[in-house]
């Protein structure tokens, strides 16, 4: 049940996550679009400070919504601000950047920006409390959101005529605010959970307002796979390491109505005694991926062309050059899907 627009037909592909090292926008659109020949991606860099971090970036993209960094974080404002110009500013940047290494490209192309609910976790009104507080104020910000994206999609292809652009959604928060852990602005207490109607209606509008596909990128436990897809997603991205066999059945479901899985499974960081693994095996990296395939009952045959492999979240705090390693390992290891299914 996507929204219409299904996931690219890729075959033993890998992407990234989204975040890279540094702070160098040609840099980053170099490793991204020269390391993945499938599915490059528009990359984002924390490093530069707010207004690059993943809310404040997003909260560039919203519509007659501003924000800005106060001591406690992101806040709601009147008017554009210093880090409302500087959220604009580098996203140009970054596209421009991206523009110039994807001269001539043809295919699958991902944008990244955070999804509803956690932008509605991360930023607090005016008056202090998190949006999340306040339906209406959550209501408002996926609207905003919406028609956001709407233009950055249209600038991306307009930048790049040949690409098919896939859209991921950050909803690293969407568990905590289903669970009703999401903290209050004080710290002290917690916000009240969201009905998981509500947090379904509110994605599927987002999702069904947009001319792409949408995958929905969750790197906290307990994603919820059943509503993600009765809300359109084409596909879910996850931290291979944090499912367990109580998902099996969820993630059967999902596979078998389409949805593609884009599975974290090559190590973020250059310090995991698992990652001198990962290096010397990228096949291997996969080995839980062949498992949970065979436990599931899917053909073999399918696996290349249902599950994309990425880094695991986390690449911004690795070094340079571990992250093109981690990218470059991503794609034997989806290619090795293909290859050795079994």
């Known amino acids: 049940m996507s929204n219409g627009h299904p996931f690219p037909d890729l075959v033993g592909a890998a992407t990234g996550v989204g975040s890279l090292p540094g702070t160098d926008a040609r840099e980053a659109a170099k490793t991204a679009t020269g390391a993945l020949e499938h599915l490059p991606f528009l990359p984002e860099l924390p490093a530069r400070g707010p207004g690059a971090d993943m809310i404040g970036r997003s909260a560039g993209l919203l519509v007659e919504l501003f924000a800005q960094t106060e001591p406690s974080g992101w806040r709601f404002t009147d008017r554009p601000g210093r880090d409302t110009r ?153 931290d291979f390491s944090l499912l367990t066999e109580r998902e099996d059945e969820d993630l059967g479901e999902a596979v078998e109505a389409g949805t593609m899985i884009l599975a974290g499974v090559v190590p973020s960081t250059d310090q995991a005694p698992v990652q001198s693994r990962a290096v010397s095996d990228p096949a291997g990296s996969v080995q839980g991926v062949r498992t949970l395939w065979r436990r599931l009952g899917f053909a073999p045959e399918l696996l290349g062309r249902r599950v994309l492999v990425t880094p695991t979240c986390g690449l911004a705090g690795a070094s340079p050059a571990y992250a093109r390693k981690a990218l470059s390992l991503s794609v034997k290891a989806g290619q090795s899907l293909v290859d050795n299914p079994e």
């Open 86 to 238: 500087r959220a604009h500013s580098w996203l140009g940047e970054d596209l421009d950047a991206l523009e110039e290494f994807t001269q001539d490209y043809r295919g699958a192309l991902k944008v990244q920006a955070v999804g509803p609910w956690t932008l509605a976790a991360s930023i607090e009104l005016k008056y202090g409390e998190k949006a999340l507080a306040d339906r209406g104020a959550c209501r408002d910000i996926a609207g905003s959101l919406t028609e956001g994206l709407r233009r950055h999609l249209a600038d991306v292809r307009r930048r790049v005529p040949g690409a098919e652009v896939v859209l991921q959604l950050d909803e690293p928060s969407l568990p905590a605010v289903l669970a009703g852990e999401v903290k209050t602005a004080s710290g002290f207490q917690r916000l009240r959970a969201v009905d998981r109607q509500v947090a379904e209606e509110v994605l599927r509008d987002v999702v069904g307002g947009l001319d792409a596909p949408v995958v929905v990128h969750c790197c906290a436990p307990r994603v919820p796979l059943p509503l993600l897809r009765r809300a359109g997603v084409a596909g879910v991205s996850l």
